[in-house]
């Protein structure tokens, strides 16, 4: 019997969609959003100005190759221009790589607080999403690995983790790469890598130059502050590469964004600036909401999660942040609604948070 109307493709209806942080909280007057971990430095203001340029000639197509942009990554870190791709942020190269490697019936393991855009990424294209469960809200990798079945085509792993913030060291990486089948294609998502500074943590560009299975995406999104431009970068393998070339939108990164993102990965001074503000108010936001009796999960990247006693403390506290213009950002979707994560902001925004919990606790602070 035929449908009464177009049906979606088999997981398409299943899945649930993404929600961005919030962004607003009315009746305040005065707003710090602290629920979506963009940089509280904004951009580079060299990024700005070549931003504002391209102004002059919005008539053009941007360069469909990104060419410049691949250029400048390359010089950046030492990599290899033909295997570099662009896109409408690292989201656009994570469906792109759904879309190429993925197929009915086959699965895409990612681990229990991962990423949302993962399993959204595989059920759209008829594949299964396995959960692998997580030791100390960090991914595990004995645990990944026992759930690679004949079915499994694709691991997907965020290191840093959002929203935990948690890493597993460059060793456990190779490690779970060494004992992956040679057709799994392994994704590190290294969103957050512009922040950490752990001896024993690699993005992954190694791992991807001495393999055939294993893509690296980047973001300009977080240390570089580019997020309302969406553009991200992949280093792969030539013959992935190839594909995606293969299945992406002609023009998937717009000239504005292809200048902003040359000028920025260039400015390494302000990413330094970027990076120092962060480090130090990391450790300082950690230590402070300690002090509180709050559990805050050691973080490597540009925010942290806080965890209550409960679902329902956490709402609350949430709530009584929010009438006092502090957006953090609830996690319930990423199976944590006992915790809230929050975004590294200005000074401002980070004291005015730690008074607020203090408050809500009802501590004098």
């Given at each position: 019997?035929?449908?009464?109307r177009?049906?979606p493709?088999?997981?398409?209806?299943?899945?649930?969609?993404?929600?961005?942080?919030k962004?607003?909280?009315?009746?305040?007057?005065?707003?710090?959003?602290?629920?979506?971990?963009?940089?509280?430095l904004?951009?580079?203001?060299k990024?700005?100005?070549a931003?504002n340029a391209?102004?002059?000639?919005?008539?053009?197509?941007?360069?469909g190759?990104?060419t410049?942009?691949?250029?400048?990554?390359?010089?950046t870190f030492?990599?290899?221009?033909?295997?570099?791709?662009?896109?409408?942020?690292?989201?656009d190269?994570?469906?792109l790589?759904?879309?190429a490697?993925?197929?009915d019936?086959?699965?895409?393991?990612?681990?229990?607080h991962?990423?949302?855009v993962?399993p959204?990424?595989?059920l759209?294209?008829?594949a299964k999403p396995?959960?692998?469960?997580e030791?100390?809200?960090?991914a595990?990798?004995?645990?990944?690995?026992a759930?690679?079945?004949?079915?499994?085509?694709?691991?997907?792993?965020?290191n840093?983790n959002n929203?935990t913030?948690?890493?597993?060291?460059?060793?456990?990486?190779k490690?779970?790469?060494?004992?992956?089948?040679p057709?799994?294609?392994?994704?590190?998502d290294?969103?957050?890598a512009?922040?950490?500074?752990r001896n024993?943590?690699?993005s992954?560009i190694?791992l991807?130059?001495t393999s055939?299975?294993?893509?690296?995406?980047r973001t300009?999104?977080k240390?570089?502050?580019?997020?309302?431009?969406?553009?991200?970068?992949?280093?792969?393998?030539?013959?992935?590469?190839d594909?995606?070339?293969r299945?992406r939108?002609?023009?998937?990164v717009n000239?504005?964004?292809?200048?902003?993102?040359?000028a920025?990965?260039?400015d390494?001074?302000?990413?330094?600036v970027?990076?120092?503000h962060?480090?130090?108010?990391?450790?300082?936001?950690?230590?402070?909401?300690?002090?509180?009796?709050?559990e805050?999960?050691?973080?490597?990247a540009?925010f942290?999660l806080?965890?209550?006693?409960?679902?329902?403390?956490?709402?609350a506290?949430?709530?009584?942040?929010?009438?006092?213009?502090?957006?953090?950002?609830?996690?319930?979707?990423?199976?944590?609604?006992?915790?809230?994560?929050?975004?590294?902001?200005?000074?401002?925004?980070?004291?005015?948070?730690?008074?607020?919990?203090?408050?809500?606790?009802?501590?004098?602070?």
């Open positions: 019997m035929s449908a009464s177009p049906q493709r088999p997981g398409v209806l299943s899945i649930e969609a993404y929600v961005p942080g962004s607003s909280a009315p009746g305040v007057a005065k707003v710090f959003k602290l629920s979506s971990n963009e940089t509280p904004g951009p580079s203001p990024a700005i100005a931003y391209i102004g002059k000639h919005l008539e053009d197509y941007p360069d190759a990104a410049a942009l691949r250029e400048a990554i390359g010089r030492g990599l290899d221009p033909a295997r570099i791709i662009c896109g409408a942020g690292s989201d190269l994570l469906n790589l759904a879309r490697y993925l197929a019936g086959d699965e895409a393991i990612h681990t229990t991962g990423f949302l993962y959204i990424a595989t759209g294209t008829g396995v959960v692998a469960p030791k100390n809200y960090t595990d990798v004995d645990a990944i690995l759930r690679v079945t004949p079915k499994t085509k694709m691991v997907w792993l965020a840093p929203p913030g948690t890493y597993i060291p460059f060793d456990e990486v490690r779970l790469h060494r004992a992956l089948p057709h799994v294609l392994f994704v590190l290294a969103a957050y512009e922040y950490v500074s024993d943590y690699e992954g190694e991807v130059a055939e299975n294993v893509v690296m995406c300009f999104s240390i570089h502050g580019l997020a309302a431009l969406r553009l991200g970068w992949l280093y792969g393998p030539a013959q992935v590469v594909a995606l070339n299945i939108g002609p023009f998937n000239a504005p964004a292809i200048a902003a993102g040359i920025a990965v260039e390494t001074a302000f990413q330094d970027a990076r120092e962060n480090t130090r108010w990391l450790a300082w936001l950690t230590e402070e909401i300690g002090k509180l009796g709050l805050v999960t050691p973080s490597v540009n942290i806080i965890h209550f006693k409960d679902a329902k403390t956490a709402a506290a949430n709530d009584f942040l929010m009438k006092r213009g502090l957006i953090l950002r609830q996690v319930s979707s990423y199976h944590l609604p006992q915790a809230l994560r929050m975004s590294v902001g200005t000074e401002e925004a980070n004291r005015l948070a730690v008074k607020a919990l203090a408050d809500f606790l009802g501590q004098a602070k």
